[in-house]
């Protein structure tokens, strides 16, 4: 009897506390980014630059009927959460054995899915139905399921939802489908929701005067990508998507508030803060959504707290992130035509003309972008800022669309390779402040991005590309010092975490999560 | 044959012939925007392009001609809508694989001669197991391409070597020159297959140095090294190699 006392009182513990949160030990990966500041560093360093060579694969677990994994593992207390659309499976991070696995009813055919958030005992999810779904952490069994917008009008839910302070952030896409985003916060325990936060304005509120007419209906503006949060500031941070239609800007003049814009939100309430826009009157689909990275770091000899942000449109932005102020952006790649730079405001200073036509016009970078959802890093001891990121151009074109209701893809036509300038991806280096390119490792072969990074008190940045090769690189010069060849096409981002005294990196790969340790 | 057999048989001939018959009636109506066979005009979109087209059904390209796209200066056509049919079918058929399309004029035998003397095409190319290695396997390939394509591939110069054709030359550590053309290659590995039709599986540290060529190793000027006959000829035999649809 007093044995069972024990285990009931055991189970109810929770697993993991905002403090948890705020501390983000090294040995967990307790977020999507692995803390609220989104650096993707990790104070673990029993790998290094002297012992790396010796890393090898500890353990593959492949996921059923998974093609191309998003997903970025949670990791607590050495079970690793791993998602897929519509699936949620507990991993035993050493040996790589399954704990649980979730499926999810309906289960709609609709992906990626970015990952999981944990928070006191229960893991958490969106779906391709645009649920928010709460499952026991130890059992994966449904604790409850929360709506977040109609599946049937085209809604569903792809990124990684944030725990903070007894609240789950979950944001919803698609604005290419001409649907308004918005972004949400749950009570943790109940599901009930908290508040919700529109990114387009309402006639009456400030920003709709940037829409013509009507067309803030189908605006777009979605939250597909997991954002960042200060503690102190109580400041959520996420990008906004790209307005609809995607490539049609005639009918929707005006700079579009909120979409293409980095928007602070007070954590309690939801209410705006601050919004910087990088993209105004967008007309290239490049979703503003990359990951906000929180540094604080001297600028002009005071200590400020930054905000930085390698935006899919090739600019590299600094800003300060207690009120959105613009401080700095600089190109981060080599090829783009569509700006000439930006005004002492943070405005791009657009090339006349560069923008889809009916004939095809020569737009760098590509539509898919500079970069996109795949995670940077930072590294404090560098201070260097690392992008896993494409050169290359598109052909993008429009045409007159109309919005159909339901989820039908609302574009106005899209885009293509340049063919006289084949892509080609790399990992370049910045130096925080001033977006000046420290180092830059040629992914050969790559074209395609998706591999996200990690940086550790090892000395380490890990890297992926479309060839499924995974490397890890000196962080100070970019030298590779190991690799793997994982089979498969990586899109999404390494992590770490250790176990027992030992450290593993861990990576989704193609249908693959495969963790590395160093051989005994 | 069963009966299913002969009525698509039957549909594919018939929509050959509708095709045929757009092209006289889209070259008549539509070229001024779009262009010369689907390539680009001055007002309206490439019809045959490498791009994603937002209508590609029957109904979709039926309606958009008979009644034009609103917002934009595609007017309606004020043709039979038998007529518009046959321009739908011409422009589907300028999307869709070679051996999908009408057959293009021209002797298909003698296109072979071209292939296996004047042009020197088996040099590189396989073709039901005679031929090069250097250059794609062509023994399926009007099921792959469109007859667009291959004009192109024959008549165009390449910006790139494509992905698995790109000509080098390395020096290994041993002082062993490999001239040949790049398979696949990374940051830590090269496959190449040398001009001995033999694959060299290297390492980079095991190569002193590497020397790319961007220019591919296909010629580009066929029509003009060829006579206009020839040519035909050439074309008509490449957009019926492969299984025809069933």
Known sequence: MNRLLFLLVAVSSAQVTYDHLLKADPKDWLTYQGAYDAKRHSLLKQIDTSNVRNLSAAWIYSIPGASRLESVPVVVDGVLYISQPNEVYALDGRSGRVIWEYRHQPALRKGPNRGVAVYGNKVYVGTPDAHLVALDARTGGLVWKAKLAEARDGYWSPAAPLAIKGKIIAGIAPGDHGLNGFLDAYDAETGERLWRWHAIPKPGEPGNETWAGDSWKTGGGDTWLTGSYDPALNLLYWGIGNPAPDFDGDVRKGDNLYTESMVALDADTGKLKWHFQFTPHDVHDWDAVEIPVLVDAPVNGETRKLLVQANRNGFYYVLDRTNGKFLHGSPFIKQMNWA???????????????????????????????????????????????????????????????????????????????????????????????????????????????????????????????????????????????????????????????????????????????????QQ | MDRLTVAMLVSAAAFAQDAEEGRVLYHRACTACHGQDGTAGDRGPALAARRRYLRTTEKDLFDSIKHGIAGTLMPASPLPDADVRKIVAYIRSLRSAAIDAPPLPGNVERGREVFQTKGRCQTCHMLNGQGGILGPDLSSIAQERSAAFLRDALTKPKPHAPLGYQPVTLVTNDGERIRGVLKNEHNFSLQVLDEAGKLRLLARDEIRGIEYSEQSLMPSAYDRTLSPDEFRDLMSFLTRQGRQTR
């Not at chain 1, 000439?340 to 791009?348: A, C, W, Y």
């Not at chain 1, 998706?450 to 000196?474: E, H, K, P, Y």
């Not at chain 1, 992590?495 to 030992?502: A, D, E, L, M, V």
């Open chain 1, 340 to 518: 000439s730079g930006l005004t002492p405001e943070g405005r791009p200073i657009r090339v006349p003309g560069v923008e889809p036509s009916i004939q095809g016009t020569r737009t760098c970078p590509a539509t898919s972008g500079a970069t996109n959802w795949h995670s940077p890093a930072y590294s404090p001891e560098t201070g260097l800022f690392y992008v896993s990121m494409m050169e290359g151009c598109g052909i993008n074109y429009k045409s007159r669309d109309t919005f159909r209701p339901g989820g039908v893809s609302f574009m106005a036509t899209g885009y293509v390779e340049d063919p006289e300038a084949p892509w080609q991806t790399y990992v370049r280096a910045l130096e925080l402040t001033t977006g000046k390119i420290r180092w830059e490792y040629r992914q050969v072969g790559s074209k395609r991005y998706g591999a996200g990074l990690l940086s550790t008190a090892g000395g380490l940045i890990f890297a992926g590309d479309d060839q499924g090769v995974f490397t890890a690189l000196d962080a100070k010069t970019g030298k590779a010092l190991w690799h793997f060849n994982t089979g498969r096409q990586i899109t999404a981002s390494p992590i770490t975490y250790s176990y027992k005294g030992k450290q593993y990196i861990a990576l989704a790969a193609g249908s693959n999560v495969v963790a590395f340790a160093l």
